[in-house]
């Protein structure tokens, strides 16, 4: 089964073309993503509406590019599958649009992706990772912990009542002049910086529970910057290295416990800990989730690095493993600028900001 993936939910405008075998072995085809860093630049984050119109003025390229490195045409597809939601809803009406049009035009069939989903089962295209595991989704929008039972079955266990992490990164990098996307950037700058240098606070680690807040984390970062003015290199590279330990500990920390409850609750003694989204490209990050797992007598799985950010691959997928078990959407199918993975688990962003105990 091939199938071609369309993501445009937030700044990067993709198509990636996968090929499910009836075994469930997956090869990539093709992957090109073409990031718009440049038209967000003077702004220090994403604009929604120039994002959505800079994916109108090269998404016909990104999927024409993607089929040409594939050898495909549109007819050589079993499916079209594009990112329906979560995410900046213009960006999100212009990819499922395109798919819509080339599914219709081709008859083939049209599969309407989550894009967390995407993100959720890249582990299965990389590593061929069984049902169930433990999933610690780290992006710019969301930071949850999941259990995935299956495709489209998932349970959320912890989420941030407040910032996400990458947003936390992001905003670190803002406040200490270190520009957008900030990840990379704070990534970069903590090299050769002191990770004890700056004492940070450690938001709900005292309490139970596997939720997460990074908003408390932010501002004292912004204190300490404050105090330590003005900022030499070193300043920097210190706040930077201090901040990507403290919530590699934190998120460290909730992937233990996480873990524990995974094993308690499915018997299954050595436990798959995946990460996933934009976050899981941090080493510091990274290192500290495999060190838990190996702890604990599990394993990390940890896509590479070309495909922790946003991609049509992990779209394309998504849609080949739903495919696979026979769905498929009407091209009347909505976008939604929120969709979550566990439509049971109550919203909680926000508590956080209002202070409200949670
Ligand atoms: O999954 P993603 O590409 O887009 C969303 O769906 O949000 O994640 C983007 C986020 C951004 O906040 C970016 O700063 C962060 O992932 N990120 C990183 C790194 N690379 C990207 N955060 C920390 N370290 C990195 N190396
Ligand atoms: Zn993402």
Redesign the pocket.
């Known amino acids: 089964m091939i199938v071609l993936g369309i993501e445009t939910?937030?700044d990067?405008t993709a198509a990636g073309i996968v090929r499910r075998d009836a075994d469930g072995k997956a090869s990539i085809l093709a992957n090109v993503v073409r990031a718009q860093i440049e038209d967000h630049a003077a702004y220090g984050g994403v604009v929604p509406e120039i994002a959505a119109r800079a994916h109108v003025a090269v998404l016909d390229r990104v999927v024409a590019e993607a089929l040409a490195r594939a050898g495909l045409t549109v007819h050589d597809l079993d499916a079209v599958a594009a990112t329906s939601g979560p995410?900046l809803i213009g960006g999100l009406l212009v990819g499922a649009m395109t798919g819509k049009a080339i599914a219709f035009a081709a008859s083939k069939p049209f599969v309407a992706v989550n894009?967390?989903e995407g993100?959720a089962l890249t582990a299965r295209l990389t590593d061929g990772v069984a049902f169930p595991y433990l999933l610690l989704l780290?992006?710019?929008?969301?930071t949850q912990i999941l259990l995935v039972r299956g495709v489209g079955d998932y349970e959320r266990w912890g989420t941030t009542i407040d910032d996400?992490?990458?947003?936390a990164?992001?905003k670190t990098?803002k406040l200490l002049g270190l520009g957008?996307?900030?990840?990379?950037?704070?990534?970069k700058a903590a090299t050769g910086g002191n990770p004890s240098r700056f004492a940070l606070p450690r938001p709900l680690m005292d309490r139970p529970g596997l939720d997460f807040s990074f908003a408390g984390l932010k501002t004292a970062v912004r204190l300490a910057a404050e105090r330590a003015a003005p900022l030499s290199e070193t300043d920097v590279a210190d706040l930077c290295a201090s901040f990507?330990a403290t919530v590699a500990t934190i998120v460290a920390t909730r992937a233990r416990a996480a873990l524990e409850r995974f094993r308690a609750e499915t018997g299954i003694a050595a436990p798959t800990l995946v990460v996933a989204?934009?976050?899981a490209?941090?080493?510091a990050?990274r290192t500290a989730l495999d060190a838990v797992a190996e702890k604990i007598g599990g394993r990390l799985v940890a896509p590479p690095l070309a495909l922790?950010?946003?991609n049509g691959v992990m779209i394309a997928w998504a849609g080949a493993e739903h495919r696979a078990l026979g769905h498929a959407d009407a091209l009347a199918a909505p976008v939604r600028a929120r969709w979550p993975l566990d439509a049971n688990a109550a919203p909680k962003v926000g508590h956080g900001r209002l202070g409200t105990k949670v």
């Open positions: 939910s937030c990067e995410g894009h967390l993100h780290v992006s710019g929008g969301h996400a992490l990458g947003e990164f992001d990098a957008h996307p900030g990840g990379p950037a704070v990534e990507q989204g934009g976050v490209a941090n080493t990050i922790c950010g946003d």
